[in-house]
């Protein structure tokens, strides 16, 4: 059975459900303002997420428990060959939440894993702006941060991002905070879809990856969700997926009444160098949206570049 | 009752009664033994002359032994001893006496002369006669295991050349110390293969001749790898070492990742031998990846920079560390968290910055380099430590090698989120970079250029601003042209960086260019032609920036430029995928968004007639390169926001 049918929209970019909560990177401990109706919402979430935690009660501690993310997405695959769970298996009531893909079933995908190539927005210098959306259910967007990002490092051959993130309209927070991330891109070889860490599991990963519907969707039946979640469609594909996690903050102090404890979902189009991302952590509210656009692109692209000495 | 100093050495004249000159020696020998006062004074005496005197002419077999023991320990931990026994042309009379009928003058003879070069000195081979040396290579083979072991030790002290080295493994040189290390008892074996570790560190060859000529000798060798003395294990790890320097990872034998490095970097906790190590262990490493993989796995760096602690004081065991931990950080990112996990050494890193000796602060400057080659470092950890006030002063230091190496350190240090940077500037490093930019020496002179390109990526308009205003025009375009094509590569891409992003002003780029940097640009890509595809990549991505920060006068210039424009086809149309995105760009960018009104007519023109708009068609058709496909469809679009006809 796949997963529960999702409202398909046109357009480059998907409209996310309106599941968010304000102020979500705040810690739990920092008191949020949060209107009644937006409670109420949240109520709802945790009730719906309560029944998801009922439906994986009856799941292996396998599938609850997050994959390790495999070095080489060729172990993955071969060691799927091996896997126990032969078509004939009884399927547990989790696996309904993960829809088997045809590599999954097939075991297949082995030769053909590609690397996604080179792009000009992904590359050290770029700068991108946008604002990230820490509430959707009002229609005050002036709760919205203004957010710039710069990539400072990019290694292809690494899957290796990293940059830093600026943020303004920070509730509570004059200045922009600064943060320092370092990301991980999805080529399957360094790293692949299945994040395996920060406290994530396949249905986390399965459930975000899954906002970005245009981009996502065409690969959904090429991703062996059990062995790293591999996909051999990446090849020609035009969006990149990447992991960013926010390591330090820059300019504020630790004391700020931030979190950086969760990490972004981010998917790039190639095409035009928009980015959508999601922010993650169990301890904020979920689905925060950030949307990045190519600093100047109006005016122009510019190149820079400097090597370590 | 001994008599006075200066009787004593009177007494050594050759007119002296031959056993007052006998006793006369004995007295100085035993006087002068451990005793570093006596030493001095009868070295102010001008005993040393006397003792050159009896071993030039006596024929006495005693005085010839208590003389050269005499004149050993004059020398032995005296610096100034030795240089007064050479400086007495003391060597060739000891040296031949090790042609004496008695081996006991000869062990003497041996003795002195280890202790006459116990230092870096050694012997030039214009000093030492060929005869001289075969002499040396033979008594490594005497029946007197005291003679071999004597000579064994000097051998590398001796072997200074190749033709020296040649000659060693002609005489049988390296069959006599294997034979030697298989006869003597424990201590003596070491020794000679100390003495066979020493001279192949220099002549790796001469180890594998040894391995290829018996088969036990390795064997025995690696079995010494398990054997409970300390310096036992490092002599073994040694002799591997240098069997393995200068081969392919594929011929190293299976015990080097299995067992010389977990034991030497076992041995760094060994006081015993722990500051001789780390040499070894670079001399391993250097260069492999996997080998500073294996070193790392076994806990090497935390080792390592335990034992800063301990060198501070012990300048070239500083040297040696800092060089190992220097390799190790290089390349890897997990290495250089492990270093930087403990605070306090990159404090003695800084520390090693400020060394009386220029080589460990080359190596200091070494090990901060390979920290600084990382964003995360820059950004994170490179923080609340004061670099740049030792960096900076480093830039003017009488050391060539220094200047050259603490420049590179600033090439890291100045990037826009390195936290140091803002301080760098402000101690006046780009004054100090643009100044050294035309420094004679053409690694100084690259290394301050690359600096000055890393400080203008994504500068602020101040920095970019002052770069301007310290460097003149005229000398960028002299880098631009300078005979090095790395040097031409670096000086393009600081003027790339100058005009990238938003923090460029137009204005302040056409003051400092006098306009003329559009013909510039042209003529560097004429004159590289496609000799050098990097440098015309870097020409065509500053020309896109120019038409991305630009305004329509500059787009308008670009396109006017008949150089350019002929350029633009080929570039396209290049093999190099970089100078095809490099020329796509350019394309993009002289069609901006939002401009139709005003460069419709003429721009569609130029672009119809340079046969560019089916290129770029072509491009986004048929380009093997995703990426260049999806920015030729967006050249394609922004045609067709300009075309009458779509493309």
């Given at each position: 059975m796949p997963l529960a049918p999702r409202r398909q929209r046109d357009g480059p970019w998907p409209s996310l459900e309106d599941r968010s909560m304000p102020d979500s990177r705040f810690r739990s401990d920092t008191p949020a303002r949060v209107s009644a109706l937006q409670h109420l919402r949240y109520l709802h979430r945790e009730m719906r997420s309560g029944e998801h935690r009922q439906l994986l009660a009856g799941a292996s501690p396998s599938q609850l428990e997050p994959d390790p993310c495999p070095a080489h997405a060729y172990q993955g695959v071969f060691a799927d060959t091996n896997f126990s769970d032969s078509p004939t298996a009884a399927r547990r009531p989790a696996d309904e939440l993960f829809e088997t893909s045809e590599s999954d079933r097939e075991g297949g995908g082995i030769q053909c894993l590609g690397v996604p190539p080179s792009c000009s927005y992904l590359a050290t210098g770029q700068e991108f702006t946008g604002r990230q959306r820490v509430s959707r259910v009002t229609s005050n967007r002036s709760e919205d941060w203004s957010v710039q990002v710069q990539i400072q490092d990019c290694n292809l051959r690494t899957g290796y991002v990293c940059g830093s993130m600026s943020a303004e309209n920070v509730p509570q927070v004059r200045a922009p905070v600064v943060t320092f991330w370092e990301g991980e891109i999805i080529?399957?070889?360094n790293h692949c879809f299945v994040t395996g860490k920060w406290g994530t599991t396949r249905l986390t990963d399965s459930q975000h990856w899954r906002q970005f519907e245009t981009a996502f969707i065409p690969l959904r039946n090429s991703i062996q969700w059990r062995c790293g979640g591999s996909c051999n469609k990446l090849a020609d594909h035009p969006y990149i997926f990447m992991r960013w996690k926010e390591q330090a903050f820059v300019d504020a102090k630790e004391d700020c009444g931030l979190t950086i404890t969760g990490f972004y979902y981010i998917c790039l189009s190639r095409l035009d160098g928009s980015i959508q991302g999601l922010y993650c952590d169990p301890k904020s509210s979920p689905y925060q949206l950030l949307e990045l656009q190519p600093a100047n692109s109006h005016q122009g692209h510019t190149v820079g570049s400097y090597q370590f000495c | 009752m001994v008599a006075r100093p200066e009787e004593l050495v009177s007494r050594l004249a050759s007119g002296s009664d031959p056993d007052s000159r006998l006793k006369a020696l004995r007295d100085i020998k035993n006087q002068v033994i451990g005793n570093k006062r006596k030493k001095r004074l009868y070295l102010q005496l001008g005993a040393v002359s006397g003792l050159v005197q009896i071993l030039e002419h006596s024929d006495d077999t005693q005085l010839l032994i208590q003389s050269a023991t005499a004149a050993g320990s004059l020398a032995y931990g005296s610096q100034q001893g030795a240089e007064a026994f050479l400086a007495c042309n003391g060597l060739q009379p000891l040296l031949r006496t090790l042609w004496h009928s008695d081996l006991r003058v000869v062990e003497a003879s041996l003795r002195a002369l280890r202790c006459v070069?116990?230092?870096?000195?050694?012997?030039?081979?214009?000093?030492?006669?060929?005869?001289?040396?075969?002499?040396?290579?033979?008594?490594?083979?005497?029946?007197?295991y005291l003679v071999a072991?004597?000579?064994?030790?000097l051998l590398p002290v001796f072997c200074t050349t190749d033709s020296q080295a040649s000659l060693l493994e002609q005489q049988g040189g390296v069959r006599k110390l294997l034979h030697l290390s298989h006869a003597v008892h424990a201590t003596q074996h070491e020794i000679v293969l100390e003495a066979l570790a020493r001279l192949t560190a220099t002549w790796p060859g001469l180890m594998r001749a040894a391995f290829a000529e018996d088969d036990s000798f390795k064997r025995k060798i690696e079995e010494q790898l398990k054997s409970p003395s300390p310096e036992a294990r490092f002599v073994a790890c040694l002799c591997l070492a240098n069997y393995c320097q200068g081969r392919s990872l594929d011929a190293h034998p299976p015990t080097l990742q299995s067992?010389?490095?977990?034991?030497?970097v076992r041995l760094l906790g060994n006081p015993a031998v722990r500051f001789s190590v780390p040499r070894c262990l670079n001399s391993i490493i250097e260069g492999s990846d996997v080998l500073q993989k294996v070193a790392t796995d076994f806990e090497a760096i935390p080792k390592l920079a335990h034992l800063l602690h301990a060198a501070i004081s012990n300048q070239a065991a500083l040297l040696d560390l800092l060089q190992t931990l220097a390799t190790l950080c290089q390349h890897h990112e997990a290495n250089r968290r492990q270093l930087l996990t403990d605070h306090t050494t990159l404090k003695l890193i800084l520390g090693a910055l400020e060394s009386p000796d220029a080589s460990v602060r080359v190596a200091a400057c070494s090990c901060l380099r390979g920290l600084s080659r990382s964003v995360k470092n820059l950004r994170c950890s490179l923080v609340d430590v004061d670099i740049a006030q030792p960096l900076?002063?480093?830039l003017s230091d009488p050391n060539l090698e220094v200047q050259q190496m603490a420049t590179a350190v600033l090439c890291n240090m100045v990037l826009d989120f390195a936290v140091v940077k803002d301080v760098l500037v402000a101690a006046g490093c780009v004054d100090k970079l643009v100044s050294l930019a035309t420094s004679m020496d053409s690694d100084l002179r690259l290394n301050a250029v690359w600096?000055?390109?890393?400080?203008?990526?994504?500068?602020?308009?101040?920095?970019k601003g002052s770069i301007m205003s310290a460097l003149p025009w005229t000398t960028l375009t002299s880098l631009l042209r300078d005979e090095s094509p790395e040097l031409q590569g670096k000086a393009l891409s600081l003027l790339q960086n100058l005009v990238h992003g938003s923090n460029t002003s137009m204005t302040q780029l056409t003051a400092w260019t006098?306009?003329?940097?559009?013909?510039?640009?042209?003529?560097?890509?004429?004159?590289?032609?496609?000799?050098?595809?990097?440098?015309?990549?870097?020409?065509?991505q500053t020309l896109g920036n120019l038409a991305g920060i630009g305004g329509e006068d500059e787009r308008d210039e670009i396109i006017n430029n008949p150089g350019i424009l002929s350029l633009l086809p080929t570039l396209l149309a290049s093999s190099q995928e970089r100078l095809r995105l490099a020329a796509l760009w350019l394309v993009i960018n002289i069609i901006p968004v939002g401009d139709r009104e005003t460069c419709l007519a003429m721009r569609r023109t130029k672009l119809d007639h340079a046969g560019i708009k089916s290129i770029v068609q072509q491009l986004r058709d048929t380009d093997p390169s995703q990426d260049i496909r999806e920015r030729a469809t967006t050249a394609c679009n922004r045609f067709l926001s300009i075309m009458e006809e779509p493309p």
């Open positions: 080529d399957n070889v | 070069f116990q230092n870096e000195a050694r012997p030039s081979e214009q000093q030492v006669a060929t005869e001289a040396f075969i002499q040396l290579v033979t008594l490594s083979g005497s029946g007197s072991v004597g000579a064994a030790r067992q010389v490095l977990p034991t030497l900076m002063k480093l600096g000055l390109q890393n400080l203008a990526f994504r500068g602020s308009l101040e920095v006098g306009g003329n940097i559009l013909e510039e640009l042209a003529q560097v890509l004429y004159r590289i032609g496609d000799k050098e595809s990097s440098l015309q990549e870097h020409a065509m």
